[in-house]
């Protein structure tokens, strides 16, 4: 079965496979095969199982799983405690699945749904330690690696952590109460 080609989604394609197979499963560029055996226990050979391994294991369904890195974007809000000011981020990062076994287990098919959490609660750990009043202070921080260089967490991780100020924060309050 072939599934959708998202690309937030780390399980590329689902297999049933023969009682007896007659062949080894194709490789697949940048991602690794995680065995499901007929007696619900999860594999995750260096390599693949080699033809005999597959006769003696005798595996049921065979996962691949995308294990190369990818690079993404997101937004992330903070708050300096000292001035309550938010200022909004921009967040690059690299991801890459570095437990595929987990992630099977797991039934992790959107990095996204989790990512933002991990990777957010890093970031707002790392920019507690920094001093700042408003977003060009916080700007200076980032610029001096301030963020974290990793973050591993739920067969994930995230790498090349950089952050930009979207916004400084400094804007005068919205008249919310006009009507116009």
Known sequence: ?????????????????????????ARVPGAVHVYLS???RFFWPAGGFTLGELWLIRPSRLYVVDAAPHDSQMHHDVTSTSTGTTVSLLVSFCWRIVDPRFVVESHLVDVMAVLPHHLGAAIDA?????????????????????????????GLEVSSIRGTVVSLGEEPPAMAGIDG
């Open 38 to 40: 007929r007696g619900d």
């Open 1 to 25: 079965m072939l599934l959708p080609g998202d690309e937030n989604n780390p399980i590329l394609h689902i297999e049933e496979l023969p009682r007896f197979p007659w062949r080894r499963p």
């Open 126 to 154: 790392a920019v507690g330690k920094v001093a700042w009043q408003d977003g060009t202070q916080l700007d200076r921080a980032l610029r001096s690696e301030a963020l974290p260089t990793w973050v591993r967490a739920d």
